[in-house]
């Protein structure tokens, strides 16, 4: 049951749903591609990051020898890193997506991005 609700309401529930509102299907082609691009790369920035952030976690426990103190400070140290990481390019795509819309689909979405601004250009 969560594999086919994880369907509908992940990207190939999307493409399917594109396909089927669209009068063509090469936008829900760029969507997908897109998306994929996407996820790569959050999957190549993330590679390996859970496995470590686990075996720290279990050396830094009572059980491991660690104390509470230490898996404290551990917790904040990642907690900053991944703000620090994550943050500005929220914030990025929050005052100007096009760029990164243009990158990742095409021209044609790019009047798009710029109707979901959340500042209007001054001038």
């Known amino acids: 049951m969560n594999v086919l609700v994880d369907y509908f309401l992940g990207r190939y529930g999307d493409v399917l749903f594109l ?40 050396g830094f426990s009572p059980q491991g020898g660690g104390s509470i ?4 400070d551990f917790y904040l140290v990642l907690v ?6 994550t943050i500005p390019i929220f914030v990025l795509l929050l005052i100007d ?21 959340c500042w209007p250009d001054s001038g």
Do not use: H
């Not at 900053?80 to 990481?85: K, M, Y």
């Not at 997506?97 to 601004?117: G, I, K, M, Y």
């Open 80 to 85: 900053r890193v991944l703000s620090t990481v």
């Open 19 to 58: 396909t089927k509102l669209l009068p063509e299907s090469a936008s829900a082609g760029l969507y997908d591609a897109g998306a994929g691009i996407v996820q790569a790369a959050a999957l190549a920035a993330t590679a390996g990051f859970g496995g470590v952030t686990f075996a720290l976690f279990s």
């Open 97 to 117: 997506p096009a760029p990164l819309v243009q990158l990742l689909f095409s021209e044609r979405f790019v009047q798009a991005a710029q109707s979901c601004r």
């Open 69 to 72: 103190e230490r898996m404290r």
